[in-house]
């Protein structure tokens, strides 16, 4: 049986403050583009200032939050997609070409921001038409948005760089120690001692730089960890909530479930699946 594809596009302004209010991340790839206002964007252990014209691609099972900056106001184009919607148009090597293993963000000039928004406002009005070519379309749309971004990311065109400053510093350290530590039992005290800072100040600093709790990112590293070991070996589920720092196994798919919206055994079972009707078609 075919993998089940999915492609979303949404466009969305709001003129009052709006954060992102819990954990996010899911098995597509997300392209954000931002054509108005600001806002800070958590992604890969940073954060970023975005201003309009900015464009974010992420990787799936990539963390990600937005919060407000600024002014209230602002506009953005949202695409969600998993790489069936576009592989009947590429082999596997086009599409690995395409959907990079890692997050990127650029800052097009004036010329090249004009040419992402027309493409993102002709996949638009794909969503209204009811014909049988729409999705042959919005797969050929997409597939030229994909390579337009990827060849202006390739020449480093505008690269964003993070927000660095003394806090924001001292938080990328906490995190590098999460990322270390999630199999252990984490205590915020433990943090606070390994970092010389009182605990209060260190759940203010977390949370104003990520958008996160200190629980919250502690649970994320360890369902990204499970994920992986879901995926590339056959532990049983018992052993990997062991091996992700979850005191039983009931806590485990409960967080898990929570943060992916499927058990841990649908997950590995989905995996399977689709990485199977892939080579089939290989």
């Not at 970023?48 to 002014?71: P, S």
């Not at 949202?78 to 690995?96: G, Y």
């Amino acid at each position: 049986m075919a993998a089940e594809t999915h492609f979303s596009i949404e466009r969305i302004k709001r003129t009052e403050h709006f954060s992102m209010a819990s954990d996010h991340m899911h098995d597509s790839y997300e392209i954000y583009y931002l054509l108005s206002g600001e806002r800070y964007y958590y992604i890969d252990n940073r954060l970023y200032a975005l201003q309009a014209g900015d464009l974010i691609f992420i990787h799936k099972h990539g963390l990600h939050r937005t919060t407000n900056k600024g002014e209230t106001s602002h506009e953005r184009i949202l695409i969600n997609f998993d790489e069936t919607f576009i592989s009947p148009s590429l082999d596997m090597q086009e599409t690995r070409e395409l959907l990079v293993e890692q997050h990127f963000l650029l800052r097009p000039g004036e010329q090249e921001g004009a040419v992402i928004v027309g493409m993102l406002e002709a996949l638009l009005g794909e969503m209204d038409r009811n014909d049988p070519f729409r999705k042959i379309y919005q797969r050929s749309l997409l597939v030229q948005l994909l390579v337009y971004i990827r060849r202006l990311h390739n020449v480093q065109y505008m690269p964003i760089v993070p927000e660095v400053s003394g806090k924001q510093q001292r938080v990328y350290a906490i995190i590098e120690y999460i990322e270390a530590h999630y199999a252990e039992n984490l205590m915020l005290d433990q943090l606070s001692s390994a970092f010389y800072i009182s605990s209060t100040y260190l759940c203010k600093i977390f949370k104003q730089t990520t958008g996160f709790t200190i629980v919250e990112y502690i649970r994320y590293v360890r369902i990204r960890q499970a994920q992986q070991y879901l995926r590339e070996t056959r532990w049983p589920v018992t052993r990997i909530a062991e091996q992700t720092g979850f005191d039983s196994i009931a806590h485990f798919g409960r967080v898990f479930r929570q943060l992916t919206g499927r058990s841990p055994l649908q997950y590995r079972k989905q995996f399977l699946r689709e990485n199977n009707a892939d080579k089939a078609a290989t």
